[in-house]
Nanobody, 124 residues
Framework: QVQLVESGGGLVQAGDSLRLSCVAS????????MGWFRQAPGREREFVAA????????YYADSVKGRFTISRDNAKNTGSLQMNTLRPEDTAVYYC?????????????????WGQGTQVTVSS
């Protein structure tokens, strides 16, 4: 059974930082592309960032480029999302997800497995 478990969310002020983690089990982690998405109330799920199975390739949404950094530790079956200079518009539930390959990795439908999400709230 595949499980993705996110942690690290919380309530912070604008300009602060947070680091989200995603621990995976039940899958071949070092062959999986990992993605982070977010969903704010009343809005569709939005792509944030993705990292290839080796960690060599990364891809970011324009809205987070230069502020967020995605990484992974295959030895620990863990993916991370470092979020700096947070803004109120970053407020959302953040989800990690896994798939294989690299084509279309900004589309939610591309992903096979999802975590339960972790809330990030940024106050102004």
């Amino acid at each position: 059974q595949v499980q993705l478990v996110e942690s690290g969310g919380g309530l912070v002020q604008a300009g602060d930082s947070l680091r989200l983690s995603c621990v995976a089990s039940g899958l071949t982690f070092d062959r999986s592309t990992m993605g982070w998405f977010r969903q704010a109330p009343g809005r569709e799920r939005e792509f944030v960032a993705a990292i290839s199975s080796s960690g060599f390739l990364t891809y970011y949404a324009d809205s987070v480029k230069g502020r967020f950094t995605i990484s992974r530790d295959n030895a620990k079956n863990t993916g991370s999302l470092q979020m700096n200079t947070l803004r109120p518009e970053d407020t959302a539930v953040y989800y990690c997800a896994s798939t294989t390959g690299w084509t279309g990795i900004s589309h939610p439908n591309r992903y096979d497995y999802w975590g339960q999400g972790t809330q990030v709230t940024v106050s102004s």
